[in-house]
């Protein structure tokens, strides 16, 4: 049987809000390790990877492989139920038919019990190879959010170009054009408003932004996102959640004619 | 969807 307490419920909840818009129905991968979940948007263009390791939660216990086929639609309807700092407790049998999530105020007495009815989801796993990236870019999330907004209000897509120190993203629309540049910064007394660009060949790929801006609602569950790209792969885009738990998302780059 | 690549033709399946 599964049992998995998360301190805070609002982790759940922000992962949950951050996917639900790009996949629907999916398998939430529960073994010893923790909870993975991994999922392609329709369209086969993004891929959604989240790993909540066990260490995230206290106490966790997962004696066999349990898939949990959820609908994104219905885990957030009951998600909404918990208060962000409830404690969530997320129960399920060895062969469950639901899943049972508790949610405990800690300053009042107050227990709240819901199920949710599971689905059977036939989903493929796609094998992500281990790849050294051309260049790995470590920034802001809010910056990173704000730049695929304001950058989509012009264009469908924007080409991410790195160099040494700097990298630029740059969008050409009907009305017009736009770049952002930001370059390597680090400062001690603003540490969360750095910038590094590791890079170790140039590399200029170009991306949908409706998709990035997708993978930004993520950005309330890290100060900082990553993006690593090489040339004619997909982009990696990472928020690094506690004890060594992610939520990641490829995106396909597109192609030139 | 021309233009835009398939995250399948660089994830292979399991």
Redo the contacts between chains.
């Keep these: 049987m599964l049992e998995a307490r998360l301190e805070q419920a609002s982790i759940l909840k922000k992962v949950v809000d951050a996917i639900k818009d790009l996949v629907q129905d999916c398998n939430f991968d529960c073994n010893d390790s923790g909870i993975a979940l991994q999922a ?1 948007d329709n ?5 959604v990877s989240m790993m909540l390791k066990s260490d995230t939660f206290s106490p966790f216990r997962c004696d066999r492989n349990i898939a949990l086929g959820i609908n994104l639609n219905s885990f957030q309807k009951v998600l909404r139920c918990a208060q962000n700092e409830d404690i969530l407790t997320l129960k399920a049998d060895d062969s469950p038919d639901v899943v049972s999530l508790v949610f405990e105020s800690s300053e009042q007495d107050r227990i709240s019990e819901y199920d949710i009815k599971l689905m059977d989801i036939d989903q ?6 281990d790849t050294e990236y051309a260049a790995t870019i470590t920034m802001p999330s809010g910056e990173f959010q704000r730049i695929c907004r304001d950058l989509s209000a012009l264009s469908e897509s924007v080409a991410i170009e790195a160099e040494k120190n700097a990298v630029k993203f740059v969008c050409n629309g009907d009305i017009g054009n736009g770049a952002i540049s930001l370059r390597n910064h680090s400062s001690v007394e603003k540490p969360e408003q750095n910038v590094n660009i590791e890079l170790s060949e140039p590399v200029a790929l170009t991306f ?1 932004l409706k998709y990035l801006v997708n993978f930004c609602k993520a950005s309330g569950l890290s100060g900082s996102v990553k993006l690593c790209l090489s040339n004619e ?2 982009l990696l885009v990472e928020y690094e959640l506690a004890s060594n738990s992610y939520l990641r998302f ?8 | ?1 021309p ?12």
């Design positions: 392609m369209s086969h263009v993004a891929l493929e796993h796609l094998g992500i190879p949908s792969v997909p490829y995106l396909a780059p597109k192609i030139g004619d | 969807r233009g835009q690549g398939n995250i399948m033709n660089f994830f292979g399946k399991k």
